[in-house]
C-alpha cells in the first residue's frame, strides 16, 4: 500500500471552463442581445473551492474528471498554479464540464451547466485514494450518488464534511446526516426544505429542518445581508461587508475556503464564518471565478 498523502482538505468535485459574457441585462426568452467579449476562466465549484483554501494557506488535494479536450489542461493548469495537489484528478474522453455564465451590469449571474466529465465521478474513484485530509468537500455538480458516497467515506475517516448544496436540489437524509457543515444559500435552503425563505425567522426556521433531519451544523450564505450560522445551541446573524460588486461568480466558493481555513486555524465557527463572509465579499469585487478568489493576505488587509 503506497503511503497516504496529507492534506488540509480534500475536495471531490467539479471542474468547469466557465464561458462568460458580460451583458447589459439577462435575455429574455426569445430575445437575443448583445454583451462584451467572450472570456473563458477556470471555474467548477469544487475547483473554484479548492482554489479558494489553498489561497487561504491550506494545504489542498482535489479529485475530479476533466475531458481530454483543450479546457482540460487549462484547468488543471489553474490548480497547479495555486499549488492544489491534482494527482487524483483524471482525464477521460467526455467533454470537459462548461459553465455558460452571463453576468450583467449589477455582477449578477445566470449560469447554464454541462456536465460533461464531472459526470463521471464515481464512488469507485473514492475506494482508491490514498488521501488523508482533516476536511472534505463536497458540491452538487458530480453524480448524487458519488457525493453520498463521498459522505460516508469522509466520516468513516473522521474528516469534517462541509456540503455545499448547489446547485440546489432536493437531497435524501442519509447525505444530510453525514454532514458537518451544509452551506446553502437562501433559494437552495428553500428547495432542501420546502420552507419559503423570505427574511431572518424564516432561515432560521428552514435551517432547523436541516437540523432535524441530522446536519450537524447549517451555515445560510445571506449575500449582501451576511450569513446565519445555526446549531442546536443557537442562531447567529454575521452581517455582511459592504463592497462594489463586480461579479458575484464564486463568492460563496470564497466564502466555502476562507470558512474552513479559518477553522483549520482554530478559530471558532461564527468568528469562521465572519472571517468568510470578508473572503466572498472580497471575491464578488473582481470579474470571473478563480481569478476572484483572495488571497489571505488580502482578506487580512480588507479586515483591517
Ligand atoms: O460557483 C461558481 C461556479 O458555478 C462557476 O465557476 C461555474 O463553473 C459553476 O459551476
Redesign the pocket.
Known amino acids: 500500500m503506497p503511503d497516504m498523502l496529507k492534506h488540509d482538505v480534500l475536495v471531490i468535485g467539479?471542474l468547469?471552463a466557465?464561458l462568460v459574457v458580460r451583458a447589459p441585462h439577462f435575455p429574455q426568452p426569445g430575445e437575443t442581445i448583445s454583451g462584451d467579449d467572450l472570456q473563458i476562466i477556470p471555474?467548477?465549484?469544487g475547483a473554484?473551492q479548492a482554489v479558494a483554501a489553498a489561497r487561504q494557506g491550506a494545504s489542498v488535494a482535489m479529485l475530479g474528471h476533466v475531458g481530454k479536450d483543450s479546457f482540460g489542461p487549462f484547468l488543471l493548469d489553474s490548480l497547479r498554479s495555486n499549488s492544489v495537489d491534482t494527482t487524483h484528478v483524471s482525464a477521460d474522453e467526455s467533454a470537459t464540464g462548461t459553465?455558460i455564465?452571463v453576468v450583467d451590469a449589477s455582477g449578477q449571474n445566470s449560469?447554464v451547466?454541462s456536465a460533461g466529465a464531472n459526470g463521471k465521478v464515481t464512488p469507485k474513484d473514492i475506494e482508491t485514494l490514498n488521501i488523508e485530509a482533516k476536511v472534505l468537500f463536497l458540491q452538487l455538480?458530480i453524480p448524487l450518488e458519488t457525493v453520498i458516497h463521498a459522505a460516508k467515506w469522509g466520516k468513516q475517516k473522521a474528516m469534517i464534511v462541509i456540503l455545499n448544496p448547489a446547485p440546489a436540489r432536493e437531497l435524501p437524509d442519509e447525505l444530510i446526516a453525514n454532514v458537518d457543515f451544509i452551506l446553502p444559500n437562501e433559494t437552495e435552503l428553500s428547495l432542501l426544505t420546502g420552507v419559503p425563505v423570505t427574511d431572518i425567522s424564516s432561515t432560521e426556521r428552514a435551517a432547523r429542518v436541516l437540523l432535524k433531519r441530522g446536519a450537524k451544523n447549517v451555515i445560510v450564505t445571506l449575500g449582501s445581508k451576511g450569513a446565519l450560522v445555526v446549531s442546536s445551541q443557537q442562531a447567529t446573524h454575521v452581517e455582511a461587508y459592504k463592497v462594489d460588486v463586480v461579479d458575484t461568480?464564486?463568492a460563496?466558493?470564497a466564502f466555502i475556503g476562507g470558512f474552513a481555513s479559518a477553522l483549520l486555524r482554530g478559530v471558532e465557527v461564527e468568528a469562521a464564518a465572519q472571517y468568510a463572509n470578508a473572503c466572498g465579499a472580497l471575491a464578488a469585487t473582481k470579474f470571473g471565478?478563480q481569478p476572484s478568489l483572495p488571497t489571505k493576505e488580502e482578506v487580512e488587509k480588507f479586515i483591517k
Open positions: 467539479s468547469n466557465d471555474g467548477g465549484k473554484n459553465a455564465i449560469i451547466l455538480e461568480t464564486a460563496g466558493d471565478a
